[in-house]
């Protein structure tokens, strides 16, 4: 799977994507990061992606012919007319089942906004999907855009190495993970529950599902709450 990401901040991205599983799927060819500067489609000799917004009010508002030449750029150069996204606070709220979505595309245009957003009209006539991370302030979408990149690699086969960790996700559906141990049997005077060391797997099985049920109960019962949505969601 490709990403074409159109940011003022390629370093931003490509920082992010030089270590650990990522680097490892772009390694072997899994996924694709092509990283665009939105000022080298920028016109004038200042190349100016900014200005200032109609009707007042502060701040900047990228200008829309550098959007639009690079996305063209990304079409001309792609078989598949991959679709354009937008991160906004605006956007579609970024879950598990969206990424299942994303994670079907051969390729996508990931757009980072910065400053107070972007022109209207690259919303209405380019872009086709609105994408938010969550309830809170970022200073610009590129951090947004690596989210949905790591969300999304990691649904794509051979590129989380443990895929019984993934299996275990759906397994697990919309439930918080139970506790994990590992060596030493005790440690500071706090002992591994016997359970895990009893070598009975059916047992083990019903310990950990019991546990990550009281844990979801206790600090996401909105998870339980919406399990019927979710699971129509997941299809
Ligand atoms: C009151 C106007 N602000 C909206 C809350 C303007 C504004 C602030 C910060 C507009 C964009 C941003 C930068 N954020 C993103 O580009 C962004 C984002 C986010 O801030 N939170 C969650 N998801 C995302 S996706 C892109």
Known sequence: MTFHVITLFPGIIRGALQDSILKKAQDKGLIQVEVYNLRDFAQGKHRTTDDYPYGGGGGMVLKPEP???AVHHIWER??????VIYLTPEGTLLSQAL???L???KSLILICGRYEGIDERVRLHLVDQEISIGDYVLTGGELAALVLIDVTSRLIPGVVGNEDSVKRESFYDNLLDYP?????????GMKVPEVLLSGDHKKIEQWRKQQALQRTLERRPDLIKDKDKNMKEEG
């Not at 792609?78 to 679709?83: A, L, Q, R």
């Not at 141990?181 to 005790?186: A, I, L, Q, S, V």
């Open 67 to 69: 959007l639009f030449a």
């Open 78 to 83: 792609t078989s598949d007319k991959p679709k």
């Open 99 to 101: 990424a299942k979505d």
């Open 103 to 105: 994670a079907q595309q």
């Open 180 to 188: 994990h141990y590992t060596r030493p049997r005790e440690f500071k």
